[in-house]
């Protein structure tokens, strides 16, 4: 990698521009003090100590004593790697944190007038319908599969690992058809505090959140599970 490229490279990780300088600035003069960075980095020394100070935080750069001088040195650039870790892990918490309040929200939200059955349209819509599924807080979720094309084994297995990891242990119970089903529903439906229903492979999806039908709905589905 060019090393002019390599400051706008942290960046990417999180670095301001200064950051970076000072940063790469302490690898190359090794054991060092704040005057000499500051000189080569071609920044006031107050301004170097305080960028130095934070880049300690982040644990690229620690401090020794000799003398009573204070000296500096750039740890190692597998630290970076540190750094990309604990960004990644503050996104995933902010992310289901994000989804504890949708889901906080949605529990006060009053329908009044508005539709308790939804229908959904092409690709984006039906995303969206999957994307409402994730913010479940049921623990018991039913899913009956009549059409793996619509929903793959794979992207299942994925929206149940987020719902686990957001909500602890969690039951799936899925099941495809036997021989002796009525085949009333010829997609998939899934059943949680609401229920989804995509009937086939034309993207189109129905979002139930009447309790009365997602009752009957339930009923109907555990009475075939059951059988």
């Not at 620690?62 to 009573?68: F, G, L, T, W, Y």
């Not at 229908?119 to 623990?139: P, W």
Request: proline letters at 4%.
């Amino acid at each position: 990698m060019e090393l002019e490229i390599l400051p706008l490279e942290l960046r990417k990780l999180g670095l301001t521009e200064k950051q970076s300088l000072v940063y790469l600035t302490a690898l190359e003069l090794g054991y060092t003090s704040i005057q000499k960075i500051a000189q080569k980095a071609k920044i006031s020394r107050p301004t170097t100590y305080e960028i130095v100070k934070s880049l300690k935080q982040k644990g690229l750069i620690s401090e020794s004593k000799d003398k009573n001088k204070r000296y500096f040195i750039a740890e190692s650039p597998d630290k970076l790697l540190g750094i990309l870790r604990i960004e990644k892990k503050e996104i995933e918490e902010k992310e289901r944190e994000f989804l504890r309040i949708i889901s906080a929200l949605k529990s006060k939200y009053f329908l009044g007038d508005k539709s308790e059955i939804k229908t959904y349209k092409g690709k984006a819509e039906i995303e969206s319908l999957f994307e409402d599924f994730l913010t479940t807080q049921s623990k018991k979720i039913y899913v009956f599969i009549n059409n793996e094309k619509i929903w793959p084994l794979k992207a299942r297995q994925s929206a149940y690992q987020k719902i686990t990891k957001r909500l602890g242990k969690i039951e799936i119970l899925e099941r495809k058809p036997i021989k002796h089903d009525i085949p009333l529903f010829p997609g998939i439906i899934i059943i949680y505090e609401k229920i989804i229903i995509i009937p086939n492979e034309k993207l189109t999806g129905i979002l139930v959140e009447n309790k009365i039908l997602i009752d009957l709905i339930k009923s109907f589905f555990l009475c075939i599970w059951e059988k």
